[in-house]
């Protein structure tokens, strides 16, 4: 439930909003926990609010990390399909 | 920095250095996010069998009490209002229901990604009484906290919250405290911590003489937090450290922390598996008290009870693994879940199924 993802600021509109870049996918998100944030950093997003900066290559570390779990998941889950199958 | 020395990417040297461990230690994590990811890694198999890792209460789900379930079930049935919630919630099976059958029901329960939201369905809706349902331990709770003050500053006056909120640090007093619960050190959540910092764990690696580190939830977060505790349990230290530099800060989100003061404060909560601990909820202050769903709705406190051989509450607190309990795999699955910690996807209970079924699931 804690879950965060990194995301590119792109935006920054008005009301502590702005608009990021989380893995190509545009998403409106509050900065108001982190309000020095400029357009073109990194910050790590839970629940639809930037929590902290975080410097760019960290930012794309996590990504690159999210990304190969989730390679890691899906030929998991391929390579079991029969199993998950037959609980259902 | 005193770990640099471990500090290596390379998965398979710290994993030969774990696996070097030859002292009978337990470490535990206590964040829902570590439990999944520690399943879905295979990191659990891979360690020596003297080395056991233990799933603590990290899972807000998990950790709502019955008693409190059961109150938000009864708030849906005996009201107009529209519920909101984070998706887990709606699954938990109460004393006699859930969230989802009083929606099928006719009550009105809406699933969403964020507190903002719910404030949005409450713009929309501006006829009805919209209820945020506040789960969750410290990253999530200056999130709604922050909602309320959006909703007082926009004067939206159909919002309000029903806070569950916990905190972590006086679950893991009790964890600390409990002879009959051995740890010798902690995964410390991350991202929890992104918003509480280092000097909480400071304070009880100091008082309770125990190693924490907090972590990230990569593979190679997790090997490197584990060999961070192990390096500092060999060498008889007890430190607060941050192994998940890339994100937590030594002093937290200050802005979060002053959200957190402003809009709560501390009260006495009850805990799946760890019964009532003082100062370890959150309840909205006074001056914010008409975004307050409990005042609102004077919801009722309904005393717990607890299901009949679950064994949850001994799952939360790791003195048992989820394999361990009578219901896993044949009374108690993902699709028929009995209790919380196989309805959450973060549960122990269900990363178990998901990610050992040859194990569990097959029994």
Same mark, same amino acid.
């Given at each position: 439930m804690c879950l965060g993802v990194p995301g590119k600021i792109i935006a920054v509109k008005e009301k502590e909003m702005a608009t990021a870049d989380v893995n190509g996918n545009y998403v409106d998100i509050s900065i108001i926990m982190t309000p020095q944030v400029q357009v073109g950093e990194f910050v790590m997003i839970h629940a639809g609010f930037a929590m902290q900066v975080m410097e760019q290559e960290e930012a794309e570390e996590s990504l690159r990390l999210m990304l190969e779990l989730q390679k890691i998941r899906e030929s998991y889950a391929n390579e079991n399909r029969e199993y998950f199958e037959e609980q259902q | 920095m005193k770990t640099e020395s471990i500090l290596k990417n390379n998965n398979e040297e710290l994993l030969q250095e774990i696996q070097t461990e030859n002292r009978k230690l337990a470490l535990m994590e206590v964040c829902g996010t570590h439990t999944m990811a520690i399943a879905k890694s295979g990191i659990r198999n891979l360690l020596p069998p003297n080395l056991k890792l233990l799933s603590g209460p990290g899972c807000p789900v998990c950790v709502t009490s019955q008693g409190d379930i059961d109150s938000v079930i009864e708030l849906v049935k005996e009201t107009e209002i529209i519920l909101v919630t %984070? &998706?887990?919630? /709606?699954?938990v099976p109460g004393s006699n229901s859930s969230l989802q059958e009083a929606r099928s029901q006719g009550a009105d329960v809406r699933v969403a990604y964020s507190p903002l939201d719910g404030l949005e369905i409450a713009r929309k809706n501006p006829g009805r009484e919209v209820v945020f349902l506040g789960i969750g331990f410290e990253t999530t709770a200056p999130l709604v906290g922050s909602t309320i003050e959006k909703a007082r500053r926009q004067i939206v006056s159909n919002f309000s919250v029903l806070s569950l909120h916990k905190l972590v640090p006086p679950a893991l007093e009790v964890i600390f405290s409990d002879p009959d619960i051995k740890v010798d050190g902690l995964i410390c959540p991350g991202h929890v911590s992104v918003i509480i910092g280092l000097e909480p764990y400071r304070l009880l690696a100091e008082k309770y003489s125990q190693p924490c580190v907090i972590t990230g939830f990569e593979n190679n977060d997790i090997l490197e937090g584990i060999a961070m505790l192990l390096l500092q349990i060999r060498k008889k230290e007890a430190l607060a450290e941050i192994q998940y530099r890339r994100v937590v800060k !030594?002093? &937290? $989100?200050p802005v979060a922390q002053q959200i957190l003061q402003r809009v709560f404060k501390a009260t006495g909560a009850r805990w799946r598996g760890l019964g009532y601990i003082p100062d370890s909820g959150l309840e909205i202050r006074s001056e914010y008290k008409r975004f307050d769903a409990r005042e609102k709705f004077n919801v009722a406190e309904i005393e717990d009870q607890p299901i009949r051989g679950c064994a949850c509450g001994e799952v939360l607190t790791g !003195? /048992?693994?989820?394999?361990? *309990?009578? %219901?896993? &795999?044949?009374? *108690?699955?993902?699709? $028929?879940?009995?209790g919380p910690c196989m309805v959450s996807h973060e549960g122990a209970c269900a990363a178990y199924y998901r990610y050992s079924p040859l194990k569990g699931g097959k029994k």
């Open positions: - | %984070f &998706g887990d919630m /709606i699954r !030594k002093e &937290g $989100n !003195k /048992i693994s989820p394999h361990e *309990c009578s %219901f896993f &795999g044949r009374a *108690c699955t993902p699709l $028929n879940p009995v």
